[in-house]
């Protein structure tokens, strides 16, 4: 059997599908098919297919088939060829619509060098490349997932061997900090890089009030300087958000360019969009000018990359979505009461007075078997709690107070479903780590949310203040328990897919080697 996997992103690929219909259709291809084709709409007329399968029915086809015939995605290459699977690729192209870029073209090739799959640049050859796939000895899997990607970078990127280490200078936040970019800051500076690269951090911000702060940072900017005279690094690696964060990050990326220092920066700021647009002629021109003086600047969805290189024209923009660490999971049990689930600072912007509202709705309309778990802390949190007092929800609703690192995964283990109601965000961490324990999340679609959750297929999104549709969705994924079943195993599978750990840290290290060698 041929198992075609088109992936779960929201990008069609019909010019597959058809060649490969066209193909049975002449008797070029005779095998039984089978096509999980996502979020292609091209009406198949010769074999089966299903627009996305759970990840026991996905295991199960790529479990039974001979042949996987896919895209040109790291990950599903990766662990078809674990399987002992032969492998047919054929890259998307960006010419059809059916990705951003044409990167896929390189990985391809790239696998193909290595002998892991057989490559089709032209759809009208399927044929062809399928039965030279047959032909073909299965290389068996070497090791692990960490071999095969260095490969690839070896001969995307052309990395050779070198003694010397890239050093980089990591510089955000003092690390104490809670928050998503701390998150990710973790994730970044635990991971182990080998041997090729060098690691230090530079604090330029502390909780506390204004004086302390001005303080903070400008001890942190006399040090920086030293750092650049002692050519202490070749990259600097700035995390920024808006407000006081971005002018603090200005004046550093300023000093280093001054120095002829490489410059990287990640952009977080879930509310960036309103501080450019609401700013004076001022801020405008300073924003516009980081931009387009940093060597590369890091974003966390094709909105924002949009939206830099709407301001900033020449400005070399890279999308990198957050990631996960994947957990190993137990089956979900689907019960009969239903634990709804909000992570994330209690602040006006996340909604959570909206998401109270929506509860209240939904025990007006005689749903009770439910409740909710408010995880977080900040501004809001009396009246919030005054809220819940005053209209009778404390049987449905518990606040946790800030939840630890060491604290969340069994939150999440317990937990049925994510809801975070905000009204600006960029791609919350929380999101994907509740997808990576199989959980349908409701959100609302703004900033890059909508590349992580799926309307009707992971989730449900909604427009930022619409309790009623707020009030609907959680209706429905506690009622419609099949509903759940089938959005919990996709939250899991698109996490898999798009969001684990070895695919950002690959991105990641793609952009430390073109910004070093310049």
């Given at each position: 059997?041929?198992?075609?996997?088109?992936?779960?992103?929201?990008?069609?690929?019909?010019?597959?599908?058809?060649?490969?219909?066209?193909?049975?259709?002449?008797?070029?291809?005779?095998?039984?098919?089978?096509?999980?084709?996502?979020?292609?709409?091209?009406?198949?007329?010769?074999?089966?297919?299903?627009?996305?399968?759970?990840?026991?029915?996905?295991?199960?086809?790529?479990?039974?088939?001979?042949?996987?015939?896919?895209?040109?995605?790291?990950?599903?290459?990766?662990?078809?060829?674990?399987?002992?699977?032969?492998?047919?690729?054929?890259?998307?192209?960006?010419k059809?619509?059916?990705?951003?870029?044409?990167?896929?073209?390189?990985?391809?090739?790239a696998?193909?060098?290595?002998?892991?799959?057989?490559?089709?640049y032209?759809?009208?050859?399927?044929?062809?490349?399928?039965?030279?796939?047959?032909?073909?000895?299965?290389?068996?899997?070497?090791?692990n997932?960490?071999?095969?990607?260095?490969?690839?970078?070896?001969?995307i990127?052309?990395?050779?061997?070198?003694?010397?280490?890239?050093?980089?200078?990591?510089?955000?936040?003092d690390?104490?900090?809670?928050?998503?970019?701390?998150?990710?800051?973790?994730?970044?500076?635990?991971?182990d890089?080998?041997?090729?690269?060098?690691?230090?951090?530079?604090?330029?911000?502390?909780?506390?009030?204004?004086?302390?702060?001005?303080?903070?940072?400008?001890?942190?900017?006399?040090?920086?300087?030293?750092?650049?005279?002692?050519?202490?690094?070749?990259?600097?690696?700035?995390?920024m958000?808006?407000?006081?964060?971005?002018?603090?990050?200005?004046?550093?990326?300023?000093?280093?360019k001054?120095?002829?220092?490489?410059?990287?920066?990640?952009?977080?700021?879930?509310?960036?969009?309103?501080?450019?647009?609401?700013?004076?002629?001022?801020?405008?021109?300073?924003?516009?000018?980081?931009?387009?003086?940093?060597?590369?600047?890091?974003?966390?969805?094709?909105?924002?990359?949009?939206?830099?290189?709407?301001?900033?024209?020449?400005?070399?923009?890279?999308?990198?979505?957050?990631?996960?660490?994947?957990?190993?999971?137990?089956?979900?049990?689907?019960?009969?009461?239903?634990?709804?689930?909000?992570?994330?600072?209690?602040?006006?912007?996340?909604?959570?007075?909206?998401?109270l509202?929506?509860?209240?709705?939904?025990?007006?309309?005689?749903?009770?078997?439910?409740?909710?778990?408010?995880?977080?802390?900040?501004?809001?949190?009396?009246?919030?709690?005054?809220?819940?007092?005053?209209?009778g929800?404390?049987?449905?609703?518990?606040?946790?107070?800030?939840i630890?690192?060491e604290?969340?995964?069994?939150l999440?283990?317990?937990?049925?479903?994510?809801?975070?109601?905000?009204?600006?965000e960029?791609?919350?961490?929380?999101?994907?780590?509740?997808?990576?324990?199989?959980?349908?999340?409701?959100?609302?679609?703004?900033?890059?949310?909508?590349?992580?959750?799926?309307?009707?297929?992971?989730?449900?999104?909604?427009?930022?203040?619409?309790?009623?549709?707020?009030?609907?969705?959680?209706?429905?994924?506690?009622?419609?328990?099949?509903?759940?079943?089938?959005?919990?195993?996709?939250?899991?599978?698109?996490?898999?897919?798009?969001?684990?750990?070895?695919?950002?840290?690959?991105?990641?290290?793609?952009?430390?080697?073109?910004?070093?060698?310049?």
């Amino acid at each position: 059997m041929i198992f075609i996997t088109t992936g779960s992103r929201s990008f069609q690929f019909n010019r597959l599908l058809e060649a490969v219909d066209k193909a049975v259709e002449s008797g070029v291809i005779t095998d039984e098919i089978f096509a999980q084709i996502g979020s292609s709409n091209y009406q198949i007329k010769n074999y089966k297919y299903k627009d996305f399968l759970n990840h026991d029915e996905f295991n199960e086809k790529m479990k039974n088939c001979d042949i996987v015939l896919t895209h040109g995605g790291t990950g599903v290459i990766v662990n078809a060829v674990k399987m002992g699977k032969r492998v047919v690729a054929v890259p998307r192209l960006a010419k059809y619509q059916e990705v951003v870029d044409d990167h896929q073209i390189q990985l391809v090739q790239a696998f193909e060098k290595l002998g892991m799959v057989t490559a089709c640049y032209d759809c009208n050859k399927i044929g062809i490349a399928i039965e030279d796939a047959k032909g073909k000895e299965v290389k068996p899997y070497v090791s692990n997932t960490q071999t095969i990607i260095d490969s690839i970078d070896a001969l995307i990127c052309g990395k050779t061997e070198s003694k010397k280490k890239i050093r980089i200078l990591m510089c955000s936040s003092d690390r104490k900090e809670k928050g998503g970019m701390n998150s990710v800051i973790d994730q970044l500076m635990d991971h182990d890089w080998g041997d090729d690269f060098q690691f230090s951090y530079l604090a330029t911000h502390v909780t506390g009030n204004p004086l302390k702060k001005t303080f903070f940072f400008a001890n942190a900017y006399r040090k920086l300087k030293k750092l650049i005279k002692q050519d202490a690094f070749d990259i600097i690696y700035i995390h920024m958000s808006y407000k006081g964060s971005f002018y603090r990050k200005y004046y550093v990326t300023k000093l280093c360019k001054k120095y002829n220092k490489k410059v990287i920066i990640h952009l977080h700021g879930s509310e960036f969009k309103d501080f450019y647009n609401n700013g004076n002629s001022k801020r405008k021109a300073q924003i516009q000018e980081l931009f387009s003086i940093a060597d590369s600047s890091i974003v966390l969805g094709e909105e924002w990359k949009k939206f830099i290189l709407k301001i900033a024209p020449k400005a070399n923009v890279v999308v990198i979505n957050n990631a996960v660490a994947l957990p190993n999971i137990s089956a979900r049990v689907n019960r009969d009461s239903r634990t709804f689930l909000f992570l994330g600072a209690l602040i006006q912007r996340k909604g959570v007075m909206d998401l109270l509202e929506a509860v209240r709705q939904m025990k007006n309309r005689s749903v009770f078997n439910f409740r909710i778990l408010i995880a977080g802390s900040g501004a809001e949190e009396t009246r919030l709690r005054e809220y819940v007092k005053q209209n009778g929800l404390q049987s449905n609703v518990e606040f946790l107070g800030w939840i630890t690192k060491e604290q969340k995964p069994s939150l999440l283990a317990k937990a049925d479903v994510l809801v975070l109601p905000s009204y600006n965000e960029g791609l919350p961490i929380a999101i994907l780590e509740a997808m990576s324990y199989a959980l349908p999340i409701i959100s609302t679609n703004v900033g890059s949310i909508a590349e992580a959750v799926q309307e009707g297929v992971n989730g449900f999104l909604i427009a930022p203040g619409d309790i009623n549709a707020l009030a609907d969705s959680m209706v429905k994924l506690t009622v419609d328990t099949e509903l759940w079943e089938k959005e919990s195993s996709m939250s899991r599978m698109i996490c898999e897919e798009k969001f684990a750990e070895n695919v950002f840290f690959e991105n990641v290290e793609r952009v430390y080697l073109d910004v070093y060698r310049g």
